[in-house]
């Protein structure tokens, strides 16, 4: 995985007005491109238009920048390992789903594979999902558990990827340490049921 973070003027001018209210939004184009992109990849090379995530974090709490303005961050699959500047296929991929974006850049900061290694050791070569997501270590990530949420400190729960079910978006290993931790505290034993809002 390759970032990069960049600050705006003003929000983001999609094409399609319903994006703009989206914290997170996957920008791959058809099917065929997508899949084109990922298997560049595979086969250690970058696609000319790649999948890319894009995070709008203003949109839900713009106390993230300053008042007017707006930030973003955006990540590609790279090779592992891989020192390709991801700066301008983003730009690219961006401004193709908006045009007119670069004219509200600000400032952009990129980061390499490496570079994303070295910041967190956990993402080695650039990983973001804590390693390999074999069947294997998807029941075993941390270790061989029924809650393998609860780690040997008291009242420390570990809630990232490197957990069952695994790295994704979804945000169920949070869900899973939550649950186990109101339960050793407090006897609360909840189910995603519980959190439906109710009227």
Known sequence: MAKVDLALSAPVPWADPAVASSPTVHLGGTRAEIIASERAVARGTVSDAPYVLVVQPTIADPSRAPAGRHVLWAYIHVPNGSTIDPTELVLRQVERFAPGFRDTIL?????????VARDNPNDVGGDISGGAATLRQLVRRPVLSPQPWRTPIEGLYLCSSATTPGPSVHGMNGWYA????LH???GIHTTLDDLAVRE
């Open 184 to 186: 050793d505290r407090f």
């Open 107 to 115: 400032a952009v900061s990129a980061r390499t594979a490496p570079e």
């Open 178 to 181: 939550a649950r186990l931790a």
